[in-house]
């Protein structure tokens, strides 16, 4: 019986995590990449940028 309700919660834990990989197209002069896949390695430095949005 643990092992059922282990794995029901890894699908649901899943299901909620694939929730969050869609991509925010309102802000795109933040991520050019969603545009343009040419602006990858446009430049010779590492680059991380986050987004965040509230309803």
């Known amino acids: ?3 059922i309700a282990l ?3 890894i699908v ?3 299901f909620a995590s694939n929730a969050q ?3 925010l197209f309102t802000q ?3 991520n050019k990449l969603a545009i ?3 602006f990858a390695g446009n430049e010779n430095a590492y680059c ?3 987004i ?3 309803h």
């Open 36 to 38: 343009n896949p040419a």
């Open 48 to 50: 991380l940028t986050g």
């Open 21 to 23: 990989q869609e991509s």
């Open 1 to 3: 019986m643990q092992k």
């Open 7 to 9: 794995i029901f919660l």
């Open 12 to 14: 649901l834990t899943g």
């Open 28 to 30: 795109f002069m933040f």
């Open 52 to 54: 965040v949005r509230e």
